[in-house]
């Protein structure tokens, strides 16, 4: 209690509030009880900034298509959903059986479990997780569809850390998120890119249309737009830091 009346006090003594994602931003201020308007300022990825030199761990792709999930397994994440999805299509479609692999680079809840359960799927592949600059160069180079899990199950109002990397790399990504969620919000075509991650056979029909479309070449739109794009980050910024409160 005592810090939360503090972080008030930060609010009232502030010019202006911000948050990374718009749901977090609304329910900031609401916590806070503040007249301010909490802003969004999305963060952003630049290449530049890293050192991303580290190629010595990367596991080269053994399939035509290799979808892959670099990450954490906690806060109601359904990777359960999805690796059962994608099992259910490797035995009903053989064109994806023989021609894709799933990559996952984890850790925390179930990690050991799901090792158990799919030990004897060999178009699964449960490792170990790599430092940034090896993890970097391996979903760059090696995968194909990127992964991200948004939390759960109901609603999530944060941004992933991963998705202004992965916007930058340029490759389709595939969206497991609850039906509120910032993910949903800022993606330009989520029927193609988001599947309701409680709803299985939502996910195997829209984790089925990517691949197809992958194997097959087809060129994708960028899934959330401009939304990372310096012009946006910086009319973002003049925004906040202009902002005048009586």
């Known amino acids: 209690f005592l810090r939360l009346r503090k972080m008030i006090s930060v609010v009232q003594q502030s010019k202006s509030c911000c948050a990374t994602a718009y749901y977090m931003a609304k329910d900031l201020q609401y916590l806070y009880a503040s007249k301010k308007f909490f802003h969004t300022l999305p963060h952003c990825f630049e290449v530049n900034a890293f050192k991303l030199d580290r190629k010595d761990n990367i596991r080269g792709k053994k399939a035509k298509c ?26 009903e479609n053989e064109t994806i059986k023989k021609t894709t692999e799933f990559v996952l680079r984890v850790k925390g809840e ?12 060999n178009n699964i592949h449960i490792l170990d997780p790599l430092d ?10 090696e995968s194909d569809i990127n992964i991200i899990l948004e939390n759960g199950p109901y609603y999530s109002n944060i941004l992933p850390g991963k998705v202004p990397l992965l916007a930058n790399l340029g490759k389709p990504v ?31 029909e829209k984790l089925k249309d990517i691949i197809l479309r992958t194997l097959k070449n087809e060129s994708f739109e960028k899934p959330f737009g401009n939304y990372f794009s310096d012009e946006n980050f910086i009319n973002s910024i003049q925004t906040i830091i202009n902002i005048d409160y009586e």
């Not at 595939?174 to 991650?197: C, Q, W």
């Open 174 to 204: 595939f969206i497991l998120s609850p039906l509120k969620s910032e993910l949903r919000r800022i993606t330009e075509n989520p029927v193609h890119y988001i599947a309701d991650m409680n709803n299985i056979a939502e996910i195997k």
């Open 66 to 91: 290799q979808i892959a999930y670099h990450g954490a397994l906690m806060f109601g994440r359904n990777m359960r959903g999805l690796l059962d999805a994608y099992s259910q299509l490797i035995e």
């Open 132 to 141: 940034f600059s090896n993890s970097f160069n391996e979903q760059l180079h």
């Open 110 to 121: 179930n990690v050991d479990e799901f090792k158990t359960i799919y030990k004897h799927n």
